[in-house]
């Protein structure tokens, strides 16, 4: 009798379970990077971005000219100039090497944040336009491609969702 009550109860919740599996969801997946680069609000927050990426690189590269320049300077010096004042220069190039490295780290963290704020409001502008396209079409669940193994291509909503963020973004 103990088995038979045992036995029930696991059909019980097999069955039960079962049930439960033929959920039905509207599942899609898009290619986030995909949409940003070609999307053309996405094209200008990356071109924005990559112009200050390119003119930070351009500070940087001078100035570590400039201080690469100081250093020949000094080498050339050394057999001229007394070994007090030889001292005095080493020590103001080593001043300002460690006042490039803070001005670098700075503008590193700088361009983080400023890229992290950009693509805050890039998503900020696109997200309700993918929600009311998925509200439309009655999507429940949205994925990233990069997490999708293999799929139906035509549950790949990528360009249709670039085609609505273009039409419906204000440039």
Excluded: C, H, W
Aim: hydrophobic share 40%.
């Amino acid at each position: 009798m103990y088995i038979f009550k045992k036995l029930t109860l696991v059909i019980f919740f097999l069955i039960l379970s079962n049930n439960l599996s033929f959920a039905s969801q509207n599942v899609r997946f898009a290619d986030i990077d995909l949409i940003i680069q070609n999307s053309e609000i996405g094209k200008k927050t990356l071109s924005k971005i990559e112009k200050i990426n390119k003119s930070n690189i351009e500070k940087i590269t001078n100035f570590q000219k400039q201080l690469k320049d100081r250093e020949n300077e000094i080498k050339i010096k050394k057999n001229i100039i007394s070994e007090e004042e030889f001292k005095k220069e080493v020590e103001n190039l080593k001043n300002q090497l460690a006042e490039f490295n803070k001005k670098k780290d700075l503008m590193v963290k700088e361009f983080s944040d400023l890229k992290n704020d950009e693509l805050k409001a890039l998503f900020a502008k696109i997200n309700p336009i993918i929600q009311n396209y998925m509200k439309e079409n009655s999507i429940e669940i949205l994925m990233n491609s990069k997490n999708i193994f293999i799929g139906n291509i035509k549950a790949d909503l990528t360009q249709l969702l670039i085609n609505e963020i273009n039409s419906k973004v204000e440039n």
